[in-house]
């Protein structure tokens, strides 16, 4: 069976069939028939996918022919074809036939070849919606199963244990037994701490471990909208409630009805629009943009902000009744600098997700690296992390990523507890002499990581000695830095 489309075409000339024939060899199965009842005789045997039809045939024109066929075989895509260009043809053609394009002679054959591929393309789509059309219509108890299966997974993927990466030493522990206990009740929650720390991940664990978890969850950044964009898009509008208003939309307050909202970034929002965000969380009522109608939402509202709102408040930039709303709980998510202990668990975290996603395969990271991640303040928290690792995954040359892949700022942190000498000498007490050295300690160990503690490079690069560089790493005490150096990549070739 051919794989190319199937085109029959009617004419009552022979020589126009044998043109037609000719041109469209190439990329069809071409049919042809001088008559209606040799077509109709194709049509019953043969799967058509076009017929291009002329409109002027002895008996009949290819116009009523063609709404024959419309009746009998619907699906298949019709086509006039006639040197003529009278506008009542063209009319009956549309209305009785449905024909999907009528072509005018004399035409050009690449044009005709193009035209003939695109009723292609629009059969094999029609063909594909019928079957989903079928499928939707006699499937809902399934559909309903694999929507219920997605909701449990994602249910799963957000359990707090599960998906907030922490030692068992963690900070974040106390944090997560307190998600669990106020999941289940339906009071407003506010979430508080740096950019980064992951208050939308807090968010979906507190939503899918609540009674409301089968519901939706949705997200809003108030921070990144104007007041009048950020109340279109929490309320909803009217149709012509402003320009481009063309159509009812809904809020996603009342898309969220039954679920969560998350407004992340509260503490951005102007007092005007605060007004407008305490009355739905007194009355539970919404009022689109353009309505006096107001309706009625059932939502449970969690809230983030990286700003102190008790200042705010104090200082009269923040509704303190709105604060007291949003508030009923509070969870603080601590910076990554005081996660000390979970940052190689999370970095190994974010670097599967990275091979996964860029399909770079390394082994991990050296011990070096991962003392490094935790010496470094991390201002940005887990999204600067996260760009870190990617940054290393790509440039990385080798099986295990080693410190000299991480970007100065991050390198220039000395690890804690490599050689306390060296941690006491970069304080910023002390005479000039001690500050000196400490620089010069600090220096001589990033240029050794960068070259992969290849004390040749390094001197080249100092200007010294391969005598005067081991003179300052025993001053300094850096020879011990190197020997764990060394023994970490010998238990890993091991």
């Known amino acids: 069976m051919s794989s190319l489309p199937t085109v029959l075409i009617v004419d009552d000339e022979v020589r126009g069939l044998e043109t037609l024939q000719r041109i469209l060899q190439d990329d069809f199965n071409v049919q042809i028939a001088e008559n209606v009842k040799q077509a109709t005789e194709i049509l019953e045997n043969e799967w058509v996918q076009i017929i291009l039809c002329d409109q002027r045939m002895p008996d009949i024109t290819g116009v009523e022919f063609l709404k024959q066929v419309r009746d009998q075989w619907p699906e298949v895509i019709r086509m006039i074809i006639s ?23 004399p035409w050009h054959p690449d044009n005709l070849i193009l035209l003939l591929k695109n009723a292609a393309e629009l059969f094999e789509l029609q063909r594909k919606n019928e079957i989903l059309s079928i499928e939707l219509k006699m499937s809902p108890t399934r559909l309903q199963a694999a929507m219920d299966k997605k909701r449990k997974h994602l249910r799963d993927d957000y359990q707090c244990e599960d998906q907030i990466v922490r030692s068992p030493q963690s900070c974040m522990n106390q944090v ?66 402003f320009t481009g208003a063309v159509e009812d939309r809904a809020g996603l307050f009342e898309r969220a009805s039954g679920g969560t909202v998350f ?111 935790q010496a470094y303040h991390w201002p940005g928290n887990v999204r600067e992390l996260q760009n870190e690792i990617r940054h290393m995954l790509v440039m990385s040359d080798t099986d295990e990523m080693g410190a000299e892949l991480l970007s100065p700022r991050v390198l220039h942190a000395a690890p804690e507890g490599d050689e306390a000498d060296l941690q006491t000498m970069v304080g910023l007490e002390g005479s000039l002499k001690e500050r000196v050295e400490s620089l010069e300690a600090r220096i001589l160990k990033e240029t050794l990581i960068r070259h992969r503690w290849n004390k040749s490079q390094a001197a080249k690069e100092l200007g010294l000695s391969r005598v005067g560089l081991r003179s300052k790493l025993e001053r300094y005490g850096l020879e011990k830095v190197e020997q764990l150096h060394d023994k970490g990549e010998q238990d890993a070739v091991g």
């Open 176 to 241: 997560c037994e307190k998600i669990r206990r106020v999941s289940p009740y339906d009071v407003s929650v506010l979430l508080t701490g740096e950019s980064g720390t992951g208050k939308e991940l807090a968010a979906r664990a507190l939503h899918y471990n609540s009674a409301r978890w089968d519901q939706p969850f949705v997200v809003e950044n108030c921070g990144a909208l104007p007041d009048e964009l950020l109340e279109s898009e929490l309320f909803g509008y009217k149709r012509g409630a």
């Open 83 to 105: 040197g003529y260009t009278d506008s009542e043809d063209i009319i009956s053609a549309v209305n009785d036939a449905g024909i999907y394009q009528f072509i005018t002679k």
């Open 263 to 373: 407004l992340d970034e509260i503490g951005e929002v102007s007092p005007a629009f605060q007004v407008k965000l305490l009355r739905v969380l007194q009355e539970g009522e919404i009022r689109p943009l353009g309505s006096s109608q107001t309706r009625q939402v059932d939502v449970r509202v969690i809230a983030a902000t990286n700003r102190d709102l008790e200042q705010e408040v104090r200082e009269g930039r923040f509704r303190e009744d709105l604060y007291y709303r949003l508030a009923t709980v509070t969870l603080h998510l601590p910076a990554l600098r005081e996660r000390k202990t979970d940052i190689p668990l999370i970095a190994n975290s974010i670097l599967d997700a990275a091979i996964q996603h860029l399909g770079k395969e390394v082994d991990g990271f050296s011990a070096e690296a991962l003392a490094c991640m």
